[in-house]
């Protein structure tokens, strides 16, 4: 158990929790039949990547700076597989789930009469 909550720990941990969280919760709404769960996984792990270097550069943090943090990542890129890992599956996994949940609570829901139809 404390290898699992190790690895989850790679993948999420302190505001970066947050910030998965509001882009799951937003991109689960935009999955349908055509634009598939793994796409929008792909998507919202980009903006998640790039989001952090977006907010450095909007509070005036230097392009050198944000060069010089992007190279370090880009150096060590073999440390970061496995949190990338795990965090693509977390959003995978908590967007599959709410598509599922969606579609379940679509077909649940009662057809709507049709305009001229008569029931008795």
């Not at 993948?11 to 793994?38: E, K, M, N, Y």
């Not at 929008?40 to 998640?48: A, G, N, Q, W």
Request: overall charge positive; proline content about 2%.
């Amino acid at each position: 158990m404390d290898a699992l909550l190790y690895l989850l720990s790679l993948g999420f941990s302190g505001s970066d929790l947050t910030r998965a969280l509001i882009l799951v919760l937003l991109g689960s709404l935009f999955v349908s039949s055509r634009f598939r769960p793994w796409k929008m996984t792909l998507l919202l792990l980009t903006v998640d990547q790039l989001w952090p270097y977006y907010a450095m550069l909007r509070d005036g943090v230097g392009v050198g700076v944000i060069v010089d943090t992007l190279i370090g990542y880009a150096d060590h890129w073999q440390d970061n597989t496995v949190g990338l890992l795990v965090r693509w599956a977390g959003f995978y996994i908590f967007i599959r789930g709410m598509f599922s949940f969606r579609r379940k609570l679509h077909n649940a829901l009662p057809e709507e009469k049709k305009a001229g139809s008569m029931s008795y």
